[in-house]
């Protein structure tokens, strides 16, 4: 009711044929903004998800959809080996602990058998020891974070990666 009430108010305090409530034709592409080089470059770019737990990954993919990449998700090792046989990430996040193959498994043969050296990859693991952490990076992730974990650092971690190259 108090939502109706505020949406009264200013209907009845603005010029009421200047408002426009739904664009029409070209309208909403002359409103918009041009997208910055970074923004476009997010708004091409295409994310693996490999995770097990489907909580975790559904808020992954949110969060990244949001802001604005296209998220593709695996529920384990061997989905996410599959699915990049199939086509080309712009970045990829794994879990390690995960059935089948594992995240460092799928990080090894990205690099060394799928010719994919440069594509960005993001360990997220609870797997927290010095030795894993190192593990990772010596199989060539080009971060490794924690859980839990910051969905905020995680996004800002994603698009540091996705920056073009100089």
């Known amino acids: 009711e108090e939502l109706a009430y505020e949406f009264e108010k200013l209907l009845n305090n603005s010029d009421k044929l200047s408002l426009t409530l739904v664009p029409k034709g070209n309208e909403l592409k002359k409103n918009q903004p041009e997208l910055s080089p970074k923004d476009k470059l997010l708004k091409t770019s295409t994310v693996l998800v490999a995770e097990d737990d489907a909580l975790q990954a559904k808020l992954i993919q949110q969060r990244l959809t949001a802001e604005g990449l296209t998220v593709v998700l695996a529920e384990n090792g061997r989905h996410a080996l599959q699915l990049l046989r199939q086509e080309r990430y712009s970045l990829v996040i794994l879990d390690v602990q995960m059935p089948m193959v594992s995240g460092f498994e799928v990080l090894e043969k990205m690099r060394n058998e ?26 060539g992730a080009n971060d490794y974070i924690l859980k839990p974990y910051s969905q905020v650092q995680l996004v800002a971690r994603v698009k540091t990666l996705l920056k073009p190259r100089r």
């Open 114 to 139: 799928l010719d994919m050296a440069d594509v960005p990859v993001i360990v997220l693991s609870a797997m927290g020891s010095e030795a894993d952490i190192i593990k990772g990076y010596n199989l």
